[in-house]
């Protein structure tokens, strides 16, 4: 479904991926572990189209199509989801106005016609109630003023409600408690399906032990060092990434 | 009585003078007299003005526009109004499009000359409360020159439901000009939401000055909103809302300004005793070469008062934006608390926006403070949304929204705000239109 | 509440009178007579040997101040000036000029270790090697020492009395005078102009690294003597220059004047530092004498990405009308300014800064930190502007006021002008007073009330109390503290 070929990135003279490639198929889950600053969310950016990173080669393919030059409003139409490591604050819009206005722009987009009103927020309260989020939230501005843990509900309620072919998820676990990590788990296992496929980018093992992958990739030094299965998780969490980490370390 | 002339006049300002000579006599000679000696010592406001620092009134001005002594014969046909709507065109109150017959039992309105012919000192006091927006050159220059108008007396204790709507119009044509200033009483205890439309029929270089007074009993509830719509490019308006506000009371007032030439909005507010609390909030919506100043004088004279100002100016084109707010705290006024912020958009190269938010505090137990930013939208958020699927114009239009939404949320009368955000998606449409 | 009303009644009785630097040198001087006229420009400019060209520069600003009216739009209330009855110079009769310390009058190094200023070149006291800081003294119209000449000579470093500038280095001062304070400026500048006596060169040469802090420690000793230093500050490209001032006066009755001109100019990739201790006697608490003090100060970021930054810590004067600013002419420049202005007695300050943005990339951030306390007036009035060409400009404004009693005012007026839509410019303000919460979280934990408030303004100024070099950090510590003594233990 996802097909990376040797991505470089640089931010300014600074080179941040260096030759990554990576493979996810449909229905896999895949794991992406590594010590910070190694690139993990610059890949995640790079994929959702952030301004301000330079791809100087490779590619990434979406169900064989390059993605790199498209818009993100174009991505997020062919069904690329990121759940944020931190959700963005917008004062002044509704969280429900927003949720309509996303999932309409991509129902346009794919020449699906809008949604009826009702129908939606049906919908929305639904997967709100799933997830455990008070409905009173949908009324307020978008993250503003949200808890970490309200922010990243959030997140997988919007994953939920656009459902998306591929999602990526950046250090979802950050900044959450057990309860609401396990809350956040429940929200990805549901969606799990086998024409849909995640990826997982996190520092700890700890959500893994929620979220079952199916493929674990160590990141390092802007690569994939290494590829293997959940138990690759386990090693790492006993080790650490001192083998990974440069020929000095 | 000779009219006192300014010192180094400029022929606008001669051209004022022979104005006032006109009006001297149409009642309230005492206070126009006053008033007129206060406006000519000062002349029209300039750079060197500090409170006018931004907006050159007297560069503006070069040609002034003169003032009818009597109502016009428009006989406008005007759209069904959901509230209770008192009509002053072309500067005189105009009881023959009014809806006097649907006010309320306990509310009485009145024009403004039939109250300056009673010469009721209580009134009188009112109209001018001493000390409120004296200092301003034009708030003088309306209280000298001032046509006609309304007086609305709400009784105590009554709870209006429908709202009130002063309908400033003008009927357009050629330049021309229109002075009038109103008055609401609002007797301790009671409730009422004053909408002020202000409209040209046909838009047109008019110079308009407005002056709103408000006399604010103890224990009230009252909200303004005011829609200050376009007008023609040359033309030259400054709407002043003055308000005294008894103790314990609550008042709030939204204004949307949607361009057209030069617009000044001022307010000057004064807490007459405490435990009061006040909400000013507004938003511009400028492009073209419009320029539109909103400046605020919130003078905390009592203790325990709460101040709370939120102001949006969004610009496109060639716009000039001006924010100037000042919030002062007397010795004594303690347990004050005042926050203020005004933030802009800057969305064309063309744009400029100039802010001074001000705080001059002489109570040391209060916690007042003010933000001010000005920029273009934030890449973060337009990232946010691009990754959600929405096309850059779309999330683009989505946060100015947000932006404005942020001042347009506080109003409380529903029909006013879903009306304002219409107005705000209206004007986004036309900027996409004119992409 | 009890806490709230023993701090108002401790700052009621604070005495401001503690002024510990107001002693007074008796030392023979030699003065112009009273007032101000050309002959007494020429005198001042024959005084100092200087050349034809600057004669007539000090006459052009002599004959132009004569036409400009003193400002008044500053939140300050004064009696008016008698600019005739002050004398416009005054040197002490032992020191012709500046001479190695070996020829200082004893009775000048006296009054400068009595002040804690060491005009020694010692490096190494008792075992332990301290940092090393150049001084350059003035003292009244005239420099009378300046230190570790030799050595910054090695480095290539210029730093001697303005003066002497004149006539070693024409060719730099000539070039750099009046460019960043234009003589016509405003009325206090050109009056400098007209009379400035003396103050502190500096060049830093291209790539230097200045190898110690620079500094300049004004004295106005005489009575009836205004003093009108000029300090020139030129860091050539990829230099680096910290440079430190402090002031102190004789406590008197009258007002003693203070004009002073600062300019600052960064060349590419230069970064200069410059921090103020200003403790010019305030007068007494009830308001009689004390400094006026009315300086421009001015940075000119002419190079690319070159870096300005101001840090003042006001304590004194009666009157303080100081706007440290930088020109953000170069492209990736930068300007900071950071502030501390404590006002107490009847003290009146109207400072702040502006920040005026010129060239791409340019980037700003002011903190300033008032604190109000007896019945003075403290105001923060500041610009900061982007000008059509200013793309990607950013400026961070904090300014937050802390009142002390009621009988005192904080006033905040900042103007923030763009005209450019990628200028992003952040500003917010705040007032109250100590918070009672902390206060008495703190006397919970021990501290009597005078300590809590101690702890709790040195938190409040904390950030700013870090930009100085360490020594003066600890310096302007205690001298906050003795500001605000009564209040604060």
Known sequence: MLEIKNLHVSIGDRKILEGLSLSVKAGEVAAIMGPNGTGKSTLAYVLAGREGYEVTEGEALLDGENILGLEPHQRAARGLFLAFQYPVEIPGVATMTFLKAALNAQRRARGEGEAPTPDLMKRVRAAAKGLGVDSEILKRALNAGFSGGEKKRMEILQMALLAPRFAILDETDSGLDIDALRVVADGVNALRAKDRAFLVITHYQRLLNYIRPDTVHVMARGRIMRTGGPELALELEKNGYRDYVGEAA | ?435 | MAARQETVARVASIDVDAYKYGFFTDIEAEKAPKGLNEDIVRFISAKKNEPQWLTDWRLGAYRRWLTMAEPNWAKVDYPPIDYQDLHYYAAPKSTPGPTSLADVDPELLRTYEKLGIPLREQEILAGVETRRVAVDAVFDSVSVATTFKAELARAGVIFCPISEAVREHPELVRKYLGSVVPVTDNFFATLNSAVFSDGSFVYVPPGVRCPMELSTYFRINERNTGQFERTLIIADAGSYVSYLEGCTAPRRDENQLHAAVVELVALDDAEIKYSTVQNWYPGDSAGKGGVFNFVTKRGDCRGRNSHISWTQVETGSAITWKYPSCILRGDGSQGEFYSIAVSNGRQQVDSGTKMLHLGKNTRSRIISKGIAAGRSQNTYRGLVSAHRKASGARNFTNCDSLLIGSQCGAHTVPYIESKNASAVFEHEATTSKISEDQLFYCMQRGLSEEEATALIVNGFVREVLQKLPMEFAVEAQKLIAISLEGSVG
């Open chain 2, 1 to 435: 009585m000779s009219v006192q002339a300014i010192e180094t006049q400029t022929p606008a300002e001669a051209a004022l003078a022979r104005s006032f000579a006109a009006m001297q006599d149409k009642g309230a000679a005492e206070l126009r007299r006053a008033a007129w000696a206060a406006f000519s010592r000062k002349g029209l406001p300039n750079r060197r003005v500090e409170a006018w620092h931004y907006t050159d009134l007297r560069a503006a001005l070069r040609v002034v526009a003169p003032l009818g002594d009597a109502p016009t014969q428009a006989s406008p046909v005007l759209e069904k109004s959901r509230a209770v709507r008192l009509v002053v065109l072309d500067g005189f109150f105009r009881p023959d499009l009014s809806d006097l017959a649907a006010l309320p039992d306990g509310v009485a309105a009145q024009s403004l000359r039939e109250t300056l012919a009673g010469a009721d000192a209580d009134v009188l006091a009112a109209l001018a409360p001493s000390g409120l927006g004296g200092d301003d050159a034009v708030v003088a220059l309306n209280a000298a020159l001032m046509q006609d108008g309304v007086v609305v007396r709400i009784a105590p204790g009554l709870h209006v439901a429908r709202p009130l709507e002063l309908a400033i119009l003008t009927s357009g044509g050629p330049a021309h000009g229109a002075c009038t200033r109103s008055l609401i009483v609002a007797g301790d205890g009671s409730k009422a939401c004053v909408i002020e439309r202000s409209k040209a029929l046909a838009p047109s270089g008019a110079q308009e000055n407005h002056a709103l007074v408000f006399a604010v009993g103890s224990n009230c509830e009252i909200e303004h909103v005011a829609r200050i719509a376009p007008q023609g490019d040359d033309a030259i308006r400054v709407y002043s809302l003055l308000l005294a506000l008894a103790g314990n009371s609550d008042f709030k007032s939204f204004g949307l300004i949607e361009g057209g030439g030069l617009v000044r909005r001022q307010i000057f507010a004064r807490f007459e005793s405490e435990d009061s609390r006040v909400a000013f909030d507004g938003v511009s919506l400028l492009r073209a070469r419009h320029h539109a100043d909103i400046t605020l004088f919130i003078d905390h004279a009592s203790a325990r008062c709460v101040s709370r100002e939120r102001f949006r100016t969004i610009l496109d084109g060639e716009a000039t934006g001006v924010f100037q707010g000042k919030v002062v705290v007397r010795p004594g006024a303690q347990k004050t608390d005042g926050a203020m912020q005004s933030k802009a958009l800057l969305l064309s190269e063309g744009a400029a926006m100039n802010s001074k938010p001000e705080l001059e505090i002489f109570a040391d137990d209060v916690v007042c403070g003010h933000g001010a930013t000005c920029g273009r939208l934030d890449a973060d958020q337009l990232f946010y949304l691009e990754a959600r699927g929405l096309p850059r114009r779309e999330a683009e239009g989505l946060l100015i929204e947000g932006f404005a939404n942020e001042a347009i949320d506080n109003v409380s009368d529903e029909a006013a705000r879903e009306e304002f955000s219409a107005a705000l998606r209206a004007w986004l449409a036309a900027r996409e239109n004119n992409q």
